[in-house]
């Protein structure tokens, strides 16, 4: 079984900066895209930032909310996912997933989530 864990989630003032980490581990294969996704207190999931295959900035998503403000990066060795938030802003809580998707067979993995609070 493929799994995701991520961590550096916590409680930050307006105008910080948070950065938070994906490793995956398990029978991974053929990894296709990586990203994050934010979901806060009775409100819908959403795609924040992800980063394509060969993890070059011109494959990349980001929701426009947090463009400019958000860098999400990859290491395919280690199967891992990276995303640097600055200038965080108190519209930014929620709790952030970690998601992996593979090809041939096309699957969608996802991690537990780690809460990330912005608040003075």
């Known amino acids: 079984q493929v799994q995701l864990v991520e961590s550096g989630g916590g409680l930050v003032q307006p105008g910080r900066s948070l950065k938070l980490s994906c490793a995956a581990s398990?029978?991974?294969?053929?990894?296709?895209?990586m990203g994050w996704y934010r979901q806060a207190p009775g409100k819908e999931r959403e795609l924040v930032a992800r980063?394509?295959?060969?993890?070059?900035?011109?494959?990349?998503y980001y929701a426009v909310s947090v463009k400019g403000r958000f860098t999400v990066s990859r290491d395919n060795i280690k199967n891992t996912v990276a995303l640097q938030m600055n200038i965080l802003k108190p519209e930014d809580t929620a709790v952030y997933y970690c998601?992996?998707?593979?090809?041939?067979?096309?699957?969608?993995?996802w991690g537990q989530g780690t809460q990330v609070t912005v608040s003075s």
């Open positions: 998601n992996l998707e593979t090809y041939l067979p096309r699957k969608s993995y």
């Open positions: 980063i394509g295959s060969g993890g070059g900035s011109s494959t990349n």
């Open positions: 398990g029978n991974i294969f053929r990894t296709n895209t």
